[in-house]
């Protein structure tokens, strides 16, 4: 199970491949943000923040603390990965 609401305009919003529309800012916010489906468009990869600190945990795209996948999140994740993988093809460095 993942996030289907992510607070993440790409995928919030309707994809240009499935419509040729201009959404503006206010429609993005206005229609597309506040909706209560599942993104149109799924993030594969991306973490977001996570449960509270009573491990509750609700998908629900506004609240942005638990739902919003940024680079200070992603990027200690990363470094950690990266490092476990170079250690793992023998790199000492």
């Given at each position: 199970?993942?996030?289907?609401?992510?607070?993440h305009?790409?995928?919030?919003?309707?994809?240009?491949?499935?419509?040729?529309?201009?959404?503006?800012?206010?429609?993005?916010?206005?229609?597309?943000f506040?909706?209560?489906?599942?993104n149109?468009?799924?993030?594969?990869?991306?973490?977001?923040?996570?449960?509270?600190?009573?491990?509750?945990?609700?998908?629900?795209?506004?609240?942005?603390?638990?739902?919003?996948?940024?680079?200070?999140?992603?990027?200690?994740?990363?470094?950690?990965?990266?490092?476990?993988?170079?250690?793992?093809?023998?790199?000492?460095?």
């Open positions: 199970r993942y996030p289907q609401q992510a607070h305009r790409g995928s919030s919003i309707v994809s240009i491949y499935e419509t040729t529309a201009k959404v503006s800012c206010t429609e993005g916010f206005m229609v597309w506040r909706r209560q489906a599942p149109p468009n799924e993030l594969t990869g991306a973490v977001v923040g996570g449960p509270d600190r009573y491990d509750n945990f609700e998908d629900y795209r506004a609240d942005s603390c638990k739902l919003e996948p940024t680079t200070y999140i992603n990027a200690p994740l990363v470094g950690v990965l990266a490092r476990l993988h170079s250690i793992s093809m023998g790199s000492t460095t």
